[in-house]
């Protein structure tokens, strides 16, 4: 891992080439694994639309969506609990974000030819004092970054293989999402698409305590 300083895009910081090769590969075998026990799924939003991406987790609880909403939960649709988070993806969250506490999930998206995903705020855990670190792996992807609040103007950047974003501060709820990916642009997945591995602290249960208001 090397640490250059992130770009700084309205606070979401961008680590460019933050994994090298041999760290991509090692990731992507973590990923497969991770998959071997809880299948990739296509999710359903609760409006019934069947998303581009597919999806998987791992950690103690992962995300799920489909007709009854968002939500984490500590099994996979098909009933199993998630993995473990490979000690390698936890090594990314402790150097960028925080030694201290550890994430409990890792959603793992899968884009294929055409996948995207539309903007959005990542804001159905517990605890938006942690940030959230999002890891790129295979083909390029144009992330879309806007505001705190729906609307407004916004910024793009590719993300390519390697890099880490990590979204905290002003920018933890700050919209983004992907608007297409170049499909096969990569050789990281021999038939193309792109791995996105999405860390986040999801309950608060185990954090430091807040100050409680008076
Ligand atoms: O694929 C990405 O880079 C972003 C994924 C994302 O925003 C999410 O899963 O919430
Ligand atoms: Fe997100």
């Not at 979401?12 to 992507?28: P, T």
């Not at 999930?105 to 539309?118: D, I, K, P, T, V």
Request: charged fraction near 20%.
């Amino acid at each position: 891992m090397t640490l250059l300083p992130p770009l700084n895009i309205r606070g979401f910081q961008v680590y460019k080439g933050f994994l090298d090769r041999a760290a991509q590969d090692e990731l992507v075998a973590q990923a497969r694994q991770v998959a071997q026990d809880a299948p990739f799924f296509s999710p359903m939003t609760p409006s019934g639309r069947t998303m581009s991406v597919r999806m998987t987790s791992a950690g103690r609880l992962g995300w799920v969506t489909d007709r009854s909403g968002y939500r984490y939960q500590a099994a996979h649709p098909k009933g199993q609990g998630w993995p473990e988070i490979p000690e390698q993806i936890l090594e990314i969250w402790r150097g960028v974000a925080s030694k201290e506490r550890m994430p409990d999930s890792c959603l793992m998206n899968f884009y294929g030819e055409g996948a995207r995903m539309g903007m959005h705020q990542d804001k159905d855990e517990g605890d938006f004092s942690w940030p959230v670190v999002s890891v790129s792996l295979g083909d390029d992807a144009l992330f879309r970054m806007g505001n705190p609040e729906r609307g407004g103007s916004t910024e793009s950047v590719w993300l390519t293989s390697g890099d880490v974003v990590v979204m905290g501060g002003d920018a933890r709820l700050s919209y983004h999402g992907i608007d297409r990916i170049r499909f096969q642009s990569s050789s990281l997945l021999p038939k193309g698409g792109r791995i996105n591995l999405t860390l986040r602290v999801v309950d608060q249960g185990d954090s430091p305590q807040q100050p409680s208001s008076p």
